[in-house]
């Protein structure tokens, strides 16, 4: 029996076999009958992007995510960026338009969504963020776009990485970026939005034993900050929960991860992703998946 072509769409990361990105679109295929198939990449290597860009275009693959550690790895390989994906030279949703790769980042207004009902608490605010990756940029370019706040702290690893990083990609005096170590704890105090823009927190990729960006047993959250934890798996991360019982304000990586899937799901499709339905599914997912996992406080 003849049926229709299926159109390839896919994942590229390192060691993301537990992303929830394949339920996300393949549910929206589903309830649309779209004839459409998500899949994982998994990429070992940064020298092996070139060939599977290039295979992408050769076998007609419609279009891929990009995530941990790539997104600014994949830039040099495409044939044109969205103004999005320019203005922080990452790129989290690639588009195959007939051979032609085209880079887009939909983190930027995705990361931006559910912040939107409190732009007045972050409006002329200082804001601080953990990371110094694809989705730290993201965040500072949305914050820009949306919200203006008075500062930008950004706590690193590596402060000479992401120093080069920022000058590379960061260029409004309006808007400062300040770079400091993350273990420079006290200065999120002040911070009226706590980011987390790193994977610490999630199943699988606890680091040295952490599973959480900030000491939990320290008291440095407060009751009028907004924790926003990228981290969607769990929905629950430790740090929302020790978020929680301070009183302060939180936002799960699900509400990010659900709005730049939206988002990068038009781009492929060309039609609106049924949201709702989506998010019913995905939560369901995740409640059956829910692990046994304590906060270390």
């Avoid at 076998?59 to 990009?66: A, D, E, K, P, Q």
């Avoid at 203006?148 to 260029?171: C, G, Q, S, Y």
């Avoid at 990586?253 to 060309?270: D, H, K, N, P």
Wanted: proline residues 6%; hydrophobic residues 40%.
């Amino acid at each position: 029996m003849i049926t229709e072509r299926v159109r390839i769409l896919g994942l590229i990361g390192r060691e993301v076999d537990y992303s929830y990105s394949p339920l996300i679109h393949n549910t929206a295929f589903g309830i649309l009958g779209t004839p459409y198939y998500y899949t994982v990449f998994n990429i070992e290597d940064q020298s092996l992007i070139p060939d599977a860009l290039r295979g992408a275009k050769a076998l007609g693959i419609r279009g891929f995510n990009v995530t941990i550690p790539y997104k600014k790895e994949v830039v040099p390989f495409l044939d044109e960026l969205s103004q999005e994906a320019k203005s922080i030279k990452a790129v989290n949703t690639i588009v195959n338009e007939h051979g032609k790769l085209i880079g887009h980042n939909t983190d930027i207004a995705g990361f931006a969504s559910p912040l939107l009902p409190y732009k007045e608490r972050i409006t002329g605010k200082h804001v601080c963020i953990f990371g110094g990756g694809g989705a730290a940029l993201a965040a500072i370019e949305a914050f820009k776009r949306f919200f203006m706040p008075k500062e930008i702290v950004l706590f690193v690893r590596d402060l000479e990485k992401a120093r080069n990083i920022v000058d590379e990609t960061w260029h409004d005096p309006a808007l400062p970026v300040t770079i400091v170590r993350s273990d420079d704890m006290e200065k999120i105090r002040g911070c009226s939005v706590i980011v987390n823009a790193t994977p610490i927190g999630t199943i699988g990729r606890e680091q040295g034993g952490m599973t959480s960006i900030i000491p939990l047993d320290q008291e440095l959250i407060s009751s009028d900050q907004i924790v926003y934890d990228m981290v969607y798996n769990p929905v629950d991360t430790p740090l929302l929960q020790t978020a929680e019982r301070t009183g302060a304000k939180t936002i799960s990586g699900v509400e990010m991860l659900i709005g730049q899937a939206e988002r990068s799901f038009t781009l492929w499709t060309g039609m609106e992703m049924p949201v709702t339905a989506v998010r019913t599914a995905l939560l369901h997912e995740m409640h059956n998946n829910k692990p046994d996992y304590q906060p270390h406080t």
